[in-house]
């Protein structure tokens, strides 16, 4: 858990991680499916209620799905938590 913490306090925005890379194109990655997705405009939108909110240091976003992930509202939505530092692994 400290070592995903301390991670996370050292990673920095557009980092050089593989992720990163296959999303800049600079990794050929045979892409499965992508499109325009509301998930996307729903990421944009917690970032701005997150800055709103003064969660400058960071936030977490979550989507409950299922029994399991114990979603009690059928229709699609995301938490947006912060405040404290988050640990790991969540839940």
Do not use: C
């Not at 050089?16 to 800049?24: A, H, M, P, S, V």
């Not at 050929?28 to 997150?50: F, N, R, S, W």
């Not at 799905?65 to 947006?80: A, C, P, R, T, Y």
Request: net charge neutral; glycine share 12%.
């Amino acid at each position: 858990m400290a070592d995903e913490v301390a991670k996370a306090k050292a990673a920095k925005p557009g980092g050089d991680t593989i992720f990163g890379k296959i999303l800049r194109r600079e990794i050929p990655t045979p892409y499965i499916y992508e499109d325009d997705q509301l998930l996307g405009h729903l990421m944009l939108v917690a970032k701005k209620v997150a800055k709103e909110q003064g969660l400058e240091n960071g936030y977490r976003v979550v989507l409950n799905n299922g029994e399991d992930g114990s979603q009690s509202v059928f229709h699609i939505h995301l938490h947006v938590m912060g405040g404290r530092q988050m640990n790991w692994p969540p839940g």
